[in-house]
Every structure is written in structure tokens, then in C-alpha cells.
């Protein structure tokens, strides 16, 4: 039917409707369109882009030599000078550490050549001192312990023996230091059993998997007692810190689909004094896991933008947002944009991190300061640049797609504004939660070497060891040493004893028996 002048305007507000949605759903394509492309851009660097968690020299692990000599000025190449009689400042090696043990070797001229072409007798005018360190690889000895049995000729109404200290594992010719060195050696040195296996076969000894993975399972339980001991502790403080990562776990004999998750706990006060790392292995990602473990603390919770914490918000417990959480929302923005419009500098994004570095500036500069002068300096400079974020944030929020990465960035900020603006309260508390996940990162990279736990007992036993090791390292000990005192000193306690007495082995008291980390 032909348009009549009656009709005309009729059709003519149908085509502008049409037309209106046409273009809506143009606008949407192409917004999709930018969503995968977004998307494709950060897949692609997160596979090939240099990452803070990979090794960027891994590529060079056969040519290491050559491309560091390579890189160094051709003054520098030469063998460094030994001589270190001069007591004068001279560039170059670093000296060796006074506390390793040292060995003196003298070479003196035979007594017949100490004499002078004059013909008068030569006498000592000093010495040259050169250093070379020398390696002994790991040795194995065994101790046999003899008990003497006493017995009364007279009488003959029994036998005595003389004591032998408890032991760590009853009946098992582990001792303390071998437990302490494979437990180093997995849980700080990412070292599967299965290589140690084979480490231990070069050295002529026979230890299975089975073996070694029974040795950890009963370590584990004999130092349990103190992991409950240190998590009293950590409870107690002001100021916690939290973060969990995935790892699989074997359940019946087969890998499971569903992820299980190792939550981690830390100190997390900015003057740290008594530092606590525990870890504890749970099937799920609920929040009421944290709940539970950290149930009677009363302070500030430290955490990232995940709601399974949420649950904990109280009176009692505080929620502390993570700024770099914020702030690597932005980043992954920047890397999704296309490679011209990252050097703009005038963009959405790269206006955003530098407010950030702004604030962490401020935190670089107050870091050895007093609690009371970081939160002076907080309220004076940081105060006005995080309200000038969050005004930044509110004008731009319309401005942007809630599916685009900067649009996704900008509403995580201010979804999560009233948790990041409190680090402002309080001069104990950090920025962000980054020493957490630094502490995370040791069973990322374990994880990625054994790849699974083959029972809930063994993850539950691993998150345990985790916890001991991190610790130590957190409170400047040597790690084997302080593991292998622990080793030694618990099974002398017996079977029963109160809590309190496990406080002669904690970390913060051991600094005078225990060889600090260099």
C-alpha cells in the first residue's frame, strides 16, 4: 500500500525508531567488539608480556655466562683481584662473610732459601691475604647411639639403662637434621621429594617417596602443637593480613576438578615486631573458613576485594582494603589498550596511575618513619590525594563501559573506596596487601614444581611446614637452623605439657640461638 500525506508521519517516527535501534545495537557490537579485543590484547600479554611472577632471564639459562660477561664493561671482565691485606676500600668482589668458617693455609719459604743474595738471613715483613671459597658438598653421617646397660652381680634384681634423648620420629633413623633438610628444602627451596629421591640416591642412600612423604606427615604432627601455639599469638595482634591461592588436591585416588584453596594469614602491622605466616589448608573458597580461623581477633583485617571476607566485618574486625589491587585494575587497562593510544598521556588510564604512584610515593618516603609521624604525614598529603581519586573516579564512572577494562577498574576503586581509604586511620597500617601475597608467592611457585597434593592430610601437613619455614623467615632466622631446634627441642617435652611451654621456641625469642638469615 502506497504512503499517503495522512501516513507519512507515521512512518517517518517508525524509521527514527528504527533507526534509533539499529544504532543500539551497533553501539553494543562494537562495544563487545572492544570488550574482545581487550580481552585478546590482555590474554596475549599475560602469555608473552614480561610478568613480576616469571623469570625474565629464563630464556637465558643456557647462555647465562656468555650474556652476562657480555653485558658487563670491558674493565670488568678480567679476574677480580684477590689480594685483600689493604685495608683501603677498593671496588670490586664483595668480601665473604666473617661467619663462614675459614681455614688458613700458609706458604713459608723453606728454611734454605730464607736467606738474602747478601748473605744475611731474611725476616717476616708482612703478609698478602687472599680469600677462595671452597664447597663441600652435602655429606652424610650416621650416629649410633649406644645405650649402656647397668645390672647389680649382687642382687640381679634388674637392668638400668642410660637414657636416650626423645627423638622426633620414635623408632625411625630420621634425625632432626635430615627431617629439617627436607623440609628446606621442599617448602623453601621448592624441591619435590621426587628429586630429592634422587638426590639422596647419588649420595648411596635409599629413600622412597613413600619414606620421605611419611617423614613429613609425622613432622607435621609433632609440630602442630606450636602451630596452634603461634596461631594464639597471631590472633592476639592488632593488625592481620590475609590471601589464598588454589592447588589441587588427590581425593580418592584421583585429581579432583574442583579447586582447593590454601589460605594465608600474616602479621601485618607496619612496625611488625612479632611476625606470624600461617597457612591453612581448606576444600573450599568460603568465607567462613576465615571466620573460623580467625575467630576471637579483635583489630584491623587486611584483604583484597574478595566478599568471602566480608563476612568477618564487624565491631570487632575492621576490613582494610588493598591499593594495589586497586591500582593493578588500572594497569591491566593499560595493557588492553592498543599500542598507539598507551602513549597517550592524557588517557583515562594513564591519569589514574599516576595518582597511585602519587600515594605510593608518599609511602616510599614515610616508610622508616614512627606510627604517629606516618599518619601526620597520611592526613596532611595523602588524605587530599585519595579524595582527589575518588572525585577523579565519580566524574568518569558514566564516562566508561562497565564491561571495558577501565570501566571495570574505576568501579572496583569505588565499590571498594570506604576499605582502601582506611589505611588513612591508622599509621600501623600498610597501603596495601602486597606482604601477603609476597608470602603466597613461595607455594606458587612450589605448587607449579609438584603440581599436587596427593591427600587433604598431606595439603593440611604441607600448609602446616609452609607456616614454619615462612615464619622463621620472617623473623630473620635461618630457616633450617631454627626447623632442626624445633625438631630437637619439642620431643623433649613428652607427651603432655601446657601451651606456655612451647613460648621458649618462639621465633621472636630465639634471635640469640639461632643464626640469622643473611
Known sequence: MKSTVNTLPYETENLQKQLLDSQSTIDQLQEKIRWYEEQFRLLKQKRFGASSEKNPDQMQLFNEAESILDSLKPEEQGEQEETVSDTRKKPGRKALSPDIPREVVRYELPEAEQVCACGHALHEAGEDKSEQLEIIPATLKVIEHVQVKYACRACETGMTSAPKPAQPIPRSFASASLLAYIIVAKFMDSLPLYRQETIFKRLSIDLSRATLSNWMLKSAELLEPFYDRLHFYLIQQKIVQADETTLNVIQDG?????????????????????????????????????????????????????????????????????????????????????????????????????????????????????????????????????????????????????????????????????????????????????????????????????????????????????????????????????????????????????????????????????????
Request: proline share 4%.
Open 254 to 518: 584421583r585429581e579432583t576438578k574442583s579447586k582447593s584453596y590454601l589460605w594465608l594469614y600474616q602479621s601485618g602491622s607496619h612496625d611488625n615486631q612479632r611476625p606470624v605466616v600461617l597457612y591453612d589448608y581448606q576444600a573450599t573458597r568460603a568465607g567462613t573458613h576465615a571466620a573460623n580461623f580467625l575467630q576471637g581477633f579483635s583489630g584491623h583485617l587486611q584483604v583484597d576485594g574478595y566478599a568471602g571476607y566480608h563476612a568477618l566485618a564487624s565491631e570487632h574486625c575492621i576490613l582494610v582494603g588493598c591499593m594495589a589491587h586497586a591500582r593493578r585494575k588500572f594497569d591491566e587497562a593499560l595493557k588492553v589498550l592498543p599500542k598507539a593510544s598507551r602513549q597517550n598521556k592524557h588517557g583515562l588510564t594513564q591519569m589514574a596511575l599516576r595518582k597511585f604512584a602519587r600515594l605510593y610515593a608518599i609511602e616510599k618516603q614515610i616508610k622508616a618513619l614512627s606510627t604517629e609521624q606516618r599518619y601526620v604525614i597520611r592526613q596532611e598529603k595523602s588524605k587530599p590525594l585519595m579524595l582527589e581519586l575518588k572525585q577523579w573516579c565519580e566524574a568518569n564512572v558514566t564516562k566508561t563501559a562497565k564491561e571495558a577494562a577501565i570501566g571495570k577498574a574505576i568501579r572496583y576503586t569505588l565499590n571498594q573506596w570506604d576499605y582502601l581509604v582506611r589505611y588513612l586511620e591508622d599509621g600501623n597500617l600498610q597501603i596495601d596487601n602486597n606482604a601477603a601475597e609476597r608470602r603466597i608467592k613461595p607455594f606458587v611457585i612450589g605448587r607449579k614444581n609438584w603440581l599436587f597434593n596427593q591427600t587433604p592430610r598431606g595439603a593440611k601437613a604441607s600448609a602446616l611446614l609452609y607456616s614454619l619455614v615462612q615464619t622463621a623467615v620472617a623473623n630473620n632466622l635461618e630457616p633450617f637452623a631454627y626447623i632442626k631446634y624445633l625438631l630437637t627441642g619439642l620431643p623433649k617435652l613428652g607427651r603432655h605439657y601446657e601451651p606456655e611451654a612451647l613460648d621458649q621456641f618462639l621465633p621472636w625469642v630465639m634471635t640469640e640461638k639461632i643464626l640469622p638469615l643473611k
